[in-house]
């Protein structure tokens, strides 16, 4: 609980990591470092390595000349950009609470699963009704891992639209189109079923122009 994060357990497992390199930080031994982490449950190797990613992420940062700063930790602006990056790589798996009750349906392949015990919603008793997850297991309870709490809105402002244009009928997806019209106030581009076809041949015709132009 010391480390629980109301955002989510991505923003648990920074605070785990920002204790663990103040710890690392503070010229104790090693081996009070690794006891540290056996007091509190965690991984010593794993976040030993979390340290030399970020290292190698800052050399790749340095080389390319990128402004380097200090986080604003717990600022509304800085859980907004982590939740921002996050779904720049995993808005493949999102899901939503279809019950009230933690039931949650992935948007992608309509699976059913539950937060994890350990995660703190869970523990704090709170089902958001859309979260990012970073693991599934169907085999571990149909256990949804790690998981932070989205919005419909925020997910439309970053999703790629071929993704979201390619998602099977749902409500989830009814849900998210309403999102998309409230906060652009445009509707969602919906072709004709008489022009899908002359749309389709005239897709054809243009991929044939451009190989003969490409040859």
């Not at 340095?62 to 790589?89: F, H, M, Q, Y």
């Not at 639209?161 to 999102?179: H, V």
């Amino acid at each position: 609980m010391k480390f629980l994060h109301p955002a989510g357990d991505h923003f648990t497992l920074i605070n785990i990591y920002r204790e663990y390199n103040q710890m690392r930080r503070s010229n104790v031994r090693p081996y009070v470092v690794e006891r540290w982490c056996q007091d509190h449950l965690l991984d010593y190797s794993a976040l030993e390595m979390a340290c030399v990613i970020r290292g190698e992420l800052l050399d790749i940062m340095k080389r390319l000349e990128l402004p380097v700063s200090e986080p604003a930790v717990g600022t509304d602006e800085n859980i907004l950009n982590i939740k921002k990056s996050l779904l720049s790589g995993y808005f493949m798996q999102i899901a939503r609470d279809v019950d009230g009750l933690g039931n949650y349906i992935m948007l992608i392949h309509k699976q059913v699963g539950q937060l994890h015990p350990n995660s703190g919603y869970c523990l704090n008793h709170i089902f958001p009704e859309w979260v990012l997850f970073h693991e599934f297991s169907v085999a571990d309870r149909s256990c949804i891992r790690i998981a932070t709490e989205i919005s419909p809105e925020l997910f439309m402002q970053m999703v790629p639209q071929y993704y979201f244009s390619n998602l099977p009928p749902s409500e989830s997806k009814e849900i998210l189109e309403k999102a998309l019209v409230c906060t652009t106030n445009i509707a969602p581009p919906e072709d004709p079923p008489e022009n899908q076809g002359k749309a389709a041949e005239e897709e054809t015709s243009s991929a044939s122009e451009q190989r003969c132009l490409i040859q």
